[in-house]
């Protein structure tokens, strides 16, 4: 199990980096499109009525049959010289509609978490649509922040989460007592949930002292003592998404998102904690803090 969770991780890893650093757009927007797809998928599969969780498989496509032909006009914007306000014109509604998104996750998601609301599917519509805009929200400021700033910004900024999350698995393996969400995800410690704060912090301390980072820009924009509280509220709202995630798979009685990624259940499970993350971080250091403030 473990052989088999490193090599797909190591194959994970190496994919992205390669469609990252490749020199061209289309293989990191395919590669993006279809992980956010698959990730729609999964959600859905936990937050629809068992009744209708048949129709998961066509909706995902057409997200990402939708996704792919957003980055192809946005693209021919861009060789006809057009105008644009964001970096995808043709998926500016999703824009409009994030600030919303993200009130859901500090609001409704919050206060799921907080009543450990676990105990069968309800709200099935409110939590697939939530899932839907959610992820593709998260789509298109990953996919604006790497055409924006380039590959080692976006990868700067989802070391965020990976610190966060290592940081906690360690510290919270090493001296986690009291469990921070008992009904929801046990293995989580408060004592896991502080180190992960405390990893994130470290990363933006290091990171920002180059040019071009997500750190760099962060501290740009909202000087030290702003990143550093920013930093550890992107820290707190990875928590959130991950908790979420696992909130979702209780209700539905899943052990895993899906069995798509051998040794690490699904896409969902891997990328949960940077759902909420990613459009919060491009308001706050990125292309829709320029669209918003700048332009």
């Not at 190496?14 to 999964?42: M, R």
């Not at 709202?237 to 979420?244: A, E, K, P, R």
Request: glycine share 8%.
């Amino acid at each position: 199990m473990l052989k088999q969770r490193v090599t797909t991780a190591i194959i994970l890893l190496l994919i992205l980096i390669g469609t990252l650093f490749s020199g061209y757009k289309w293989p990191f927007a395919v590669l993006l499109s279809l992980l956010t797809a698959c990730s729609i998928w999964e959600w859905l599969r936990l937050s629809m009525s068992t009744r209708f969780t048949k129709l998961a498989i066509p909706i995902a496509a057409l997200c990402f049959i939708y996704f792919i032909y957003a980055v192809y006009l946005t693209e021919l914007a861009r060789f006809n010289a057009e105008p644009s306000s964001t970096p995808l014109a043709w998926t500016h509604f999703l824009l409009l509609i994030s600030p919303a998104v993200l009130a859901y996750w500090f609001f409704g998601a919050g206060f799921m978490l907080l009543m450990a609301y676990t105990k069968e599917r309800s709200h099935h519509v409110t939590l697939s649509v939530f899932g839907l805009l959610s992820l593709s929200v998260a789509w298109l400021a990953l996919l604006s922040m790497w055409l924006e700033y380039g590959p080692w910004y976006l990868i700067s900024m989802l070391a965020i989460v990976w610190a966060t999350d290592t940081f906690a698995y360690f510290v919270g393996r090493q001296w986690g007592k009291k469990r921070l969400a008992r009904r929801i995800s046990p293995g989580k410690t408060w004592a896991g949930f502080f180190g992960g704060l405390v990893g994130a912090l470290i990363w933006v301390l290091v990171s920002a002292q180059f040019v071009g980072s997500f750190g760099f820009e962060l501290v740009q924009r909202w000087s030290w003592p702003g990143a550093l509280v920013l930093t550890l509220f992107l820290s707190f709202i990875s928590v959130v998404g991950d908790l979420f995630e696992s909130l979702l798979k209780r209700r539905a009685k899943a052990k895993d998102s899906s069995h798509l990624l051998p040794g690490h259940g699904g896409v969902l499970d891997r990328i949960d904690a940077l759902i909420p993350v990613a459009p919060l971080a491009a308001f706050l250091a990125g292309p829709w803090y320029d669209a918003l403030f700048v332009s």
